[in-house]
């Protein structure tokens, strides 16, 4: 379904952005594996190699605009396109970071992070493709969100912060560009997915956290030409969760 397409996949070492450069290397498509991880990023490129996938990895951190440029070049001089950009990238400041305690307590830089990684970062390379996408009249974003950035959380302030900027305006006004440009954007929000043993715990009125197979199943449908009339929205798979709310 991919055959020509390029996909660069931003957070491309682990969890759901290796996922899916697996799955779109299956489908024939020339796949740009990003992430800060360089060794975790080798050892991935390498598998998918081995099994006859169209791959190539890039490090990179998405706070450093440059180093997102580097990426897009690079990309770009291996495959000629940048069809789909898949933002993967983020984290929960606490968690990435290793702190905890009182939100008032803990270093501004920590919120800081939070941001640049989860909200910058991946508006970085939103901008970096635009005027390929443009040149090449046409393109898919999907950007990554999460429930949390609904539900808000105590203890992360950052992390549900950028999320609910992804989902809503980042999202919506890549849309609104793109459109006389035949470059789609959407946003996919997950609940609790299994790419961490510990996402099991988090509720859900299905009982269960998401596969992370079934969230890039959804990913590949929506940078599918398939859905060629979807644009600008986000989309909760989140196995009922926010009706907990
Ligand atoms: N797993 C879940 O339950 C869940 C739920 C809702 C939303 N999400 C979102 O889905 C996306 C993927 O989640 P996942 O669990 O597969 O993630 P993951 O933690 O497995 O992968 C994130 C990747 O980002 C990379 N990364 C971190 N900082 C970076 C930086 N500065 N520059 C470049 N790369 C960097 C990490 O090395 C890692 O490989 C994230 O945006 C996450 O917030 C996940």
Known sequence: MFENKTVLIVGGASGMGLLSGKCFANEGANVVLTDINEEALNEKVA????????????????????QVIAVRDKALEEFKTI???????GGYEPRMLNVSGDYADLPIEVFDWGIDVNLKGPFYF????????????????????????IEGAADGMAYPTAKSGIMCG??????????????????????PVLT???????????????EPQEIVDFIMYLASD?????????HIIDGGRLCML
């Open 47 to 66: 598998e998918i190699k081995t099994d006859g996938g169209k791959v190539i990895g890039v490090k990179c951190d998405v706070r450093d605009y440059n």
């Open 83 to 89: 069809d789909i950009l898949i933002n993967f990238v």
């Open 126 to 149: 939103c901008h970096s493709v635009l005027n390929q996408m443009k040149k090449q009249k046409g393109g898919v974003i999907v950007n990554l969100g999460s429930v949390t950035g």
């Open 170 to 191: 980042m999202t919506k006004s890549l849309a609104k560009y793109g459109a006389p440009h035949n470059i789609r954007a959407v946003c996919v929000t997950p609940g």
């Open 196 to 210: 961490r043993p510990d996402m099991a715990s988090m509720g859900t009125i299905l009982g269960r956290a998401a």
């Open 226 to 234: 398939k859905a060629k009339f979807i644009t600008g929205t986000n």
